[in-house]
DNA sequence: CAAGTACTCAAGTGAGTAGTTGACAAGCCC
DNA sequence: GGGCTTGTCAACTACTCACTTGAGTACTTG
């Protein structure tokens, strides 16, 4: 087979992956199913899309292989096929942060108001872990139990006020939520630190932990 | 600033480094850049694309901030913009090699034919490497000049029968070229095998390597 | 400066894509 | 089965994109 007909047969497959991309509401989608499998209905709530285009989209996504689906009961339940899907997305907005300004200014925006405690990367987040300090996973249960960072403890943000005291004082607390454009840890190293423990926050969260290859539990296969 | 106002405006610039991809003919320009800086016409001429219809693409990349460009004489030397973006065009490939059967197949079929020598993975290459083994890049000089792995020796395929007795004989020789679509290491591991050396071929070539972070001369910066 | 090279731009056509609406299918519960 | 929920499909309009053609710009060379 001639170098050039090879090109010419495999990269409209490369471009259709890249298509399913190309669509804000798709990535936002996408970006969703990171955080755990979703069924149409919910997934058209929280991105404000009515069910039919929610639907269309998906079966883009579908389409490209990005995402696979599942019935249960009479509901269809999508999610994430495979870890690279994860690690591609993640690849997509890495490019957007470090050569878009716009991306830059508005995630500086948005997280400008409210940094409570100080960051690590994961690197020595792996590293604290394993010095005694406690990873505390503040999304809700669901989120959770779909795939968490191994040795995670699970305190959603709205149970957190009535919880403190399972949390060891004397221990340092590394909070994480769902990324980069995610409020959930903030805010609980906001409360955590009113009430006096020694709390940082994770650089991004569970989507980047898992594109790395980092240790988990559970998650996409 | 809310959540559904920040996701509004963000994610349509994530959706348009997407779109910038979403073209077989910008991925294949794209992937030429990986190898190196070129000028316009040559791309054209590579892709066989007119040149008027590679300016323009090579300007939707441009606008995504994906290559950059810099005049030299009358010419117009595109270049690729950041390690990330090279990052995010190995993910998607492995997206498309690992999720889609059509591209599994075509890769099988174009190396069916010819796999001379025994494949190492990057990371036994760079453990081997250590070892006394010789890193050898067969790519056209000008493209070794633009980046290559650290510690590697150039001799362009084209050159190599005349320039055998530059290589040691003792050593293990690990050859690689642009990467897994391309031939040119397998035809000069199948030209050492035949005159007694002992040669492997690296898994994927200079892209994926420097889009893990591993040791490099030159290359995006 | 004139001629030539390398690239970009503008306009036009045909193809493809997004979102809406209303009809339809598949499974649940009484 | 009848009525309900959940999701898909088909058809339509408005919009966007790809490639070609021919003109225009930027720089070099004689």
Redesign the pocket.
Same mark, same amino acid.
Not at 49 to 60: E, I, R
């Given at each position: 087979m001639s170098q050039r007909k090879f090109k010419d047969e495999i990269y409209p497959h490369f471009a259709r992956v890249a298509?399913a991309l %190309?669509?804000d509401? +798709?990535l936002e989608l996408l970006d969703i199913l990171t955080q755990g499998p979703r069924? @149409?209905?919910a997934l %058209?709530q929280e991105t404000g899309?009515? @069910? %039919?285009?929610?639907?269309?989209?998906?079966?883009?996504l579908r389409a490209a292989r990005l995402v696979e689906?599942a +019935?249960k009961?009479?509901? &269809? &339940?999508y999610r994430v096929a495979d870890p690279s899907v994860m690690n591609l997305w993640v690849a997509l907005r890495g490019v957007a942060e470090s050569r878009l300004a716009e991306v830059k200014q508005l995630a500086e925006e948005f997280h400008s108001a409210r940094s409570n405690g100080d960051v690590v990367t994961r690197d020595q987040a792996e590293v604290l872990a394993h010095q005694n300090a406690v990873l505390l996973d503040v999304r809700p249960v669901a989120e959770f139990e779909s795939g968490h960072l191994c040795g995670a403890i699970n305190i959603p943000l709205d149970d957190l006020p009535d919880r403190l005291e399972e949390l060891p004082s004397e221990r340092r607390i590394i909070a994480y939520c769902r990324g980069l454009y995610c409020l959930l840890a903030d805010e609980a190293a906001a409360l955590l630190l009113a009430n006096g423990f020694d709390v940082v926050r994770l650089e991004g969260g569970w989507p980047e932990w898992q594109s790395e290859g980092r240790p988990v539990i559970g998650g996409v296969t």
């Open positions: 298509q %190309a669509s509401k +798709r069924h @149409v209905d %058209a899309m009515s @069910v %039919a285009n929610s639907s269309q989209h998906l079966q883009t689906t +019935r009961g009479n509901m &269809i &339940i």
